[in-house]
């Protein structure tokens, strides 16, 4: 029956400029340094353009095309990959510029996957490259004053909003890598309190 379920896409906002990603790889254009590839091979198609051209999802004008696609072929959120590190948000301008500032915003509902693993450097991948050899760039892993600054402006700027998506009357949250979250509070200790029980009289 219609409306008895909910489809959701997962959103990876990388389509746009950002100042982390220009201090590892340099000024790039709005979808990165994808423009720039080339063929390695005879029959290598590349460079890959979009259908729609390269186009800045921080803009509010880009980010409703995409919304009326999502809604017109039965898309009902996105859930957008959210990434927060030690000194603050990353990739947030498609969803805060984009995607808030979208004249039809209110067609899909939003949600927030927090992407919290750990951003390594895999440009460009090579082949057989052992990923533990990769660069670590950001540590995916929060210590309780990034959980406790995150946590407030994920309620303050999101949870509040509209389209935000919500499931039996709470909204949706999801984290990537729960493993990766309990090591960042100080371990699966630091998060269980005993149960202590007494005898009734």
Known sequence: MPGDYTVACYYFPNYHVDPRNEAVHGPADRVGAGRRAEPRFPGHRQPRVPAWG??????????????????????????????WYDDGPFLQRGL?????????????????????HNWVDIHPARLNEVPSKTRLLYPGSGDP????????????????????WLID????FSIYELHTFIEGLGGIGRLVRPLHLSAPG
């Open 145 to 164: 004053p990034d959980v406790r600054c995150n946590r407030d402006l994920v309620i303050e700027r999101y949870f509040k909003h509209p389209s935000y």
């Open 169 to 172: 009357g709470c909204p949706y």
């Open 54 to 83: 390269c186009g800045d999802e921080s803009d509010p004008l880009v980010m409703a095309a995409k919304i009326d696609a999502a809604a017109d072929h039965g898309i009902d959120a996105f859930i957008f990959d959210w990434y």
């Open 96 to 116: 805060d510029e984009g995607f808030l500032k979208a004249a039809n915003n209110d067609r899909l509902k939003f949600a927030l996957m927090w992407a919290n």
